[in-house]
């Protein structure tokens, strides 16, 4: 296990790259599903302004 | 009475634009100014010794005309817009690429022609020896000549944004990089006495390139900005 | 042959429903690619003879740079088809595309320099790959300044597509251009560290990346194309009756 934390000498950089790759792939996915949530509530909103009015 | 032909109509939209350019000397000088400021700029910021200046002329040239005529090409559209006549040549019924190519070479005329004049004084100014000026002035025609091209784009899209400015450099920069590559260093060859007939060819096929495709990208542009 | 199936896709409800099923069809293999390539990558493949571990960051830094160029070609692609067959739906996928591919340059960029400290020295070089990537990074920033500072959503569409295409079209010029500069005035000693020689067990893992990160982008496209659609047909009869579901 150490073995592969170390990288032979590079972990400090190795590591890192997967780290940022990890939150860029986990940003897309978390901010794609908000936008989503919150376009659908302004639908939402919006659809019942009408059929109230 | 006869419909204009195209190339009349052209002709018609290059000297009036000359016109309205000789009517405001201001507008058309400011380009050239800044062109002399921001190249002063370099020696003032890096130090007066001229040897070094002559290692950077090239680049320092370019990216003083670069930002120049970011300023200038503004003028290409902003006036017909706010003056409706945009809206005519888009009525006009003449071929609207054929129109802003014609637009794009008086600004060209206007704008480029003049920087491509003063840069061999402000060549000097950096080091450069004389011998290279027939370079500094071909290389900076032809670029100067593609950034009109892009810029006609870019103020096009941006026609009447807030910041407008700001956003057609941030567009038009990126897009130029490559002529700004192959420019300074033609400039470069040509100041250590090389000879800079490959990066100026370059440079050529790239001018040939933006004046066939800009314009109609271009109206396509204008089009849409002016609906 | 029937092309019925096809014009459906331009519809905004149809489109709407059929994303919602589709994403799971991209985003279940593409997470299971993604871990299969990271076991290869960290675990099973061999350390490489010239640059040890370190070149183990090629498993995300060449899927992010593909991604970066695919989606942009993506993006200009659906904005030429916006354009030319005014099809607003095309428009909807350029915009939701440029965030995606915008942020996979930028993790291409980081990788690209944090691999750059150990093998050449610096935190950055002026390499040609990573130019080039940077230049594409102000190509995605200008595209969604300009869809952004147009109020008008058309408008914006339509100005933000031109862009997108002109930028394509200068894509390889820049590429080719960036490449020269970089040939013409890097040191010598700066090309031993470019791409390591991939033998088998090390390249497999990074198709496994490749293709997971595609189908990735195909997920995350896809519900950003639900959230584009909800926000442009806004007022349209089907919504209300598509959100009571």
Not at chain 2, 123 to 152: D, E, F, K
Request: hydrophobic share 60%; glycine share 8%; proline share 5%.
């Amino acid at each position: 296990m150490n073995d592969i934390l170390d990288m032979g000498r590079y972990g400090a950089f190795v590591w890192p790259c997967f780290a940022l790759a990890a939150i860029v792939l986990a940003w897309n996915v978390v901010a794609a599903r908000r936008l989503h949530a919150a376009a659908r509530q302004q639908a939402l909103r919006r659809a019942a302004a009408r059929a109230a009015s | 009475m006869e419909p204009t032909g195209i190339f009349r109509a052209a002709w018609l939209a290059y000297r009036r634009d000359l016109l309205l350019a000789f009517r405001h000397w201001g507008q058309v000088a400011q380009p050239l100014i800044f062109f002399g400021i921001v190249a002063t700029l370099f020696p003032l910021a890096l130090g007066p010794q001229l040897a070094e200046l002559r290692e950077i002329a090239g680049g320092t040239l370019w990216v003083a005309a670069l930002l120049a005529s970011l300023l200038g090409v503004e003028l290409l559209f902003r006036a017909d817009h706010t003056d409706g006549t945009l809206e005519q040549l888009l009525i006009s019924g003449q071929p609207l690429a054929l129109l802003v190519l014609a637009k794009g070479l008086a600004h060209w005329t206007v704008c480029g022609l003049p920087l491509v004049l003063l840069a061999p004084l402000v060549a000097a100014g950096l080091g450069a020896p004389p011998a290279a000026n027939g370079t500094v002035m071909l290389s900076l025609a032809l670029g100067t000549g593609i950034l009109s091209a892009l810029g006609a784009i870019g103020s096009a899209l941006t026609l009447g944004l807030r910041r407008g400015s700001l956003l057609l450099g941030l567009l038009v920069l990126p897009l130029a990089m490559p002529a700004l590559i192959f420019g300074a260093r033609a400039i470069d060859l040509a100041i250590h006495g090389d000879g800079a007939r490959g990066p100026l060819l370059l440079l050529s096929a790239m001018l040939v390139l933006s004046v066939t495709l800009a314009p109609p990208a271009a109206a396509a542009a204008l089009r849409i900005s002016a609906e | 042959m029937n092309w019925t199936w096809f014009h459906k896709l331009a519809s905004p409800p149809h489109a709407y429903r059929i994303a919602a099923r589709l994403v799971p069809w991209f985003a279940w293999p593409a997470g299971a690619l993604i871990v299969a390539g990271l076991y290869g990558g960290l675990v099973l493949a061999p350390a490489d003879y010239q640059q040890g571990d370190a070149f183990r960051i090629v498993y995300v830094h060449a899927p992010s740079a593909w991604l970066s160029m695919f989606v942009y070609a993506t993006m200009a692609v659906a904005a030429a088809i916006g354009l030319v067959w005014r099809i607003k739906l095309a428009h909807a996928v350029a915009a939701a595309s440029a965030p995606v591919g915008a942020s996979f340059t930028f993790l291409a960029l980081a990788t690209g320099a944090i691999w750059g400290k150990p093998m050449w020295g610096t935190w950055w070089v002026w390499d040609a790959r990573l130019t080039s990537e940077l230049i594409l990074l102000f190509l995605y920033a200008g595209v969604m300044a300009l869809r952004a500072s147009i109020d008008d959503r058309d408008r914006a569409d339509r100005a933000a597509a031109v862009l997108a295409v002109v930028g394509v079209v200068n894509l390889p010029i820049i590429h080719y251009s960036v490449y020269w500069w970089n040939t013409l005035h890097q040191p010598a000693t700066l090309t031993k560290f470019g791409k390591p020689s991939m033998s088998g067990d090390m390249l497999w893992p990074l198709l496994l990346m490749l293709l997971g990160f595609t189908l990735y982008y195909g997920a995350v496209l896809l519900i950003r194309l639900r959230a584009e659609i909800l926000k442009r047909e806004r007022d349209a009869a089907w919504l209300t009756t598509e959100l009571a579901r």
